[in-house]
């Protein structure tokens, strides 16, 4: 029983430090066209991390950033501020959904969501007070929408 326990408690902290050792980075480009008819975007513009990811932008065209939508932005995570022109990263640290947005662009719509985790035991309250602004909120939905298939 002792035994069990300890062997339980050693499996646990190795997943643990494997998980932060498998940490992974992920990229999205910051783009004028998917090449599909739509314009000024992240691609992808959804994405599933694990918590303790890193995500980069990288930007392919100028004239645009990648910064946090702070209304849907974990608590306790430094939000996202990328300069103009500028990759920029951000350690999704804690499990919760991320809103991205470029800033010049935002009121057309672009805009990228990022899940860590499982996303119902996070601020998903925060996601259901936001409200998209302008030309932001067709796109928004459809990310939503990706969020709960
Ligand atoms: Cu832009």
Redesign the pocket.
Known sequence: MRFARLATMAALSLAWAGSAALAAEHEIKIKNTNGKGKF?VFEPEFLKVAPGDTVKFVIVDK??NAEAITEVWPEGVEPLKGEMNQDAEFVAEKPGIYGIK?R??YTMG?VALIVAGEPTNTNKDQLDAFKAPGGAKKRWDELLKQLNP
């Open positions: 000024m004239s645009h470029c010049p662009h672009m």
